[in-house]
């Protein structure tokens, strides 16, 4: 419950942030940062700020973007559960299929199956014959 509030409330931060480079009347600026520790001190002050940005805000402003968050997070499990993505995870899994014939079956399938075993059999026999294999399991599901 404790990491559903803090995840809220980090989206939240990030959605003032949007809204309120959105709303400036003069473009935001971004400064080169040279090293990551910089680079996350920045990324801690923007939302530190998007937090207390959101703490000012009354009642019913926090509630509307609640449910604006909660409604994006549901569209967004929704579309990867849909596969929204799956272009690429097919051109990663075809060039993880090349060269771990087994391996791309196995994050394919997400399980160790028949076709795992199947695959990983081509493969010591004969590498050519794990990576035909391979590629049709991955895009025949695709």
Known sequence: MRIKQSFLLASIAVLTMISYSASASLPMTVKPVDSAMAKEEVASSAVKEALAEYKSLSR???????????????????????????????????????????????????????????????????????????????????
């Open 60 to 142: 019913k402003d926090r509630n509307s973007r609640l449910k604006e968050v909660k409604s994006m997070l549901k569209e967004y499990k929704a579309e990867k559960k849909a596969g929204g993505d799956a272009d690429t995870n097919t051109i990663l899994l075809c060039i993880v299929a090349i060269l771990l014939p087994p391996l791309a079956v196995y994050l394919y399938e997400k399980e160790i199956n028949t076709k795992f075993w199947i695959s990983l059999l081509l493969t010591l026999l004969f590498w050519l014959p794990g990576i035909i294999y391979a590629l049709l399991v991955i895009l025949a599901g695709a």
